[in-house]
């Protein structure tokens, strides 16, 4: 188990370097992406301004306030409430995603097997963050640096500045491992060892 900061553009051998259990810290540029956001691009054909490659994303629809454009919030939005939504509604995009170039997905509750494929394929990886942490993952945003496809508000495509996001816990990896399937697998083997105990069959 080891930590790593990580600073896109991530390489893909950074990527590689990571294993499930190791924690890593974001410094730097983070991509809020989410369910409008996400089926405006692959499902309608719309376009980013924003190039993925190296880059890491975090599953969101932030909370933010308009404010008089600044050096501190060039894009006349300030982050009020930034939080992680669950990924599973997002599964099928991260294929995607990873072909155009995104190394890190930041997310809630796990992603499924064909995002494990892609990531052990292309070389990314899921890190996951506890839910009901938005305020404090807040305050690791030092602003939202620019945004796009705007009109689908809340759940346009942010870029965040952040800084010390995390640690992070490596979820899934790019070697084929799963914390999830970890956790399914000794579940299942402890609910078969209860319900022997019990005498069911």
Known sequence: MAHHVLRPPITEAQV??????????????????????????????????????????????????????????????????VGTTTSARMERFTRPLVQQGLRIIVGKGGLAQGSLDAFRELGAAYLAIIGGTAALETTWIDAIEDVDLDDLHPESIWKFRVHGFGPLLVAMDSHGASLYDEVQRDSRARRAQTLARLGVK
């Open 16 to 81: 590689r370097a990571l294993h499930v259990n190791d924690t890593v810290t974001l410094e730097g540029t983070l991509f809020g992406i989410r369910d409008a956001n996400l089926i405006a691009m692959f499902d309608r054909g719309r376009k980013t301004k924003f190039d993925w490659q190296g880059q890491a994303a975090i599953h969101t629809a932030p909370n933010v306030k308009r404010v008089p454009p600044s050096p501190g919030h060039p894009t006349g939005y300030a982050p009020v409430c």
